[in-house]
């Protein structure tokens, strides 16, 4: 069974509301606007349907990158650090879900080549 989790975006007021089992709960880690869901498990995948998004790749390297509208993504390869602007660091690699959330301003570091399922909303 899932169920619901609202998280806050820093700002005071709820941000996206993501449907997670109780056992994701303990492997959700939330860094300023980011949220992370270490090895999202096939429930998950599939009540999201990630695995029907199109597919974006990037090799290594450094680029800055401003969201427009939310966006959550599954990692199929890859690691990667994203730095939001004035926050902390937080990485993520194959497997994980990751929502960012809209007007975040960031880093990208791509340490290992990634492909990702995304999908904006």
Known sequence: MLGFASVSLGT???GVSNSISKVQRSRVFMAKQIEVVRGADEATINKFGC??????SS???TFPWEYSENERCLLIDGNVTVTPEGGEPVSFGAGDMVTFPAGM???WDVKKA???HYLFF
């Not at 695995?51 to 974006?56: D, L, N, Q």
């Open 59 to 61: 090799e290594t390297g």
């Open 114 to 116: 990634v492909n990702k």
């Open 105 to 107: 301003k960031c880093m």
């Open 51 to 56: 695995r029907s998004w199109p597919v974006w």
């Open 12 to 14: 005071g007021r709820k």
